[in-house]
């Protein structure tokens, strides 16, 4: 069980718009930036979205994130077939004797 | 161009040791936090742990699961980073990628390197 909540799956029609959620608590997601990856299949993953809602040179702006309280949110835009992937959040968590990292058990998108 | 490039993945059996390396390349490695992330097969990401940079001292950080089994190191002046792992288990059988850490994320991937512990 992943201390980030994702939903297993996701899936919409080639230039819709789809919503990736990512659920914590005050010690992960409430109190620390959230960053977002994307692994293509058979590759390694790539950093999308970090400090909840900056995108990386390179990453168009179909992509983006927020946050709100202990949630965030990864929303695509104008899907495309190539969008097919793990998509993946990720916080710092201070629940324990000292700051882990944690990822959420990631959602596959499928485009229709 | 910044680069990541992890090697020393194999197969080993139960209780056995291997030796991870990451070597970075194109970036100003003294300066970063470097992280090790695992994929189990047909599995989501777990973070292993991390080495914090030369300003902080160094200082290491490791998941519950692999604390006392794995120790991460890195030198420097070989931009290198390294994940010494011992007393394997079959569970942690995965592939394993380096990172290196900045704003508040894993921002440069390597392509990972593939440890099979198995009898």
């Known amino acids: ?112 | 161009e910044v680069q990541l490039v992890e090697s020393g993945g194999g197969l080993v059996q139960p209780g056995g040791s291997l030796r991870l390396s990451c070597a970075a390349s194109g970036f100003t490695f003294s300066d970063h936090y470097m992280h090790w992330v695992r994929q189990a097969p047909g599995k989501g990401l777990e973070w292993v742990g991390r080495s914090r940079n030369k300003a902080n001292s160094y200082t290491t950080d490791y998941a519950a699961s692999v604390k006392g089994r794995f120790t991460i190191s890195r030198d420097d002046s070989k931009n290198s980073l390294y994940l010494q792992m011992n007393s394997l288990k079959t569970e942690d059988t995965a592939v394993y990628y380096c990172t290196r850490g900045a704003f508040h994320a894993m921002d440069v991937w390597g392509q990972g390197t593939t440890v099979t512990v198995s009898s």
Request: hydrophobic share 30%.
């Open chain 1, 1 to 112: 069980q992943s201390v980030l909540t994702q939903p297993p799956s996701v899936s919409a029609a080639p230039g819709q718009k789809v919503t990736i959620s990512c659920s914590g608590s005050s010690s992960n997601i409430g109190n620390n930036y959230v960053s977002w990856y994307q692994q293509l299949p058979g590759t390694a993953p790539r950093l999308l979205i970090y400090e909840n809602n900056k995108r990386p040179s390179g990453i168009p702006d179909r992509f983006s994130g927020s946050k709100s309280g202990s949630s965030a949110t990864l929303g695509i835009t104008g899907l495309q077939t190539g969008d097919e992937a793990d998509y993946y959040c990720g916080t710092w968590d201070s629940s324990l004797s000292a700051a882990d990292w944690v990822f959420g058990g990631g959602t596959k998108l499928t485009v229709l």
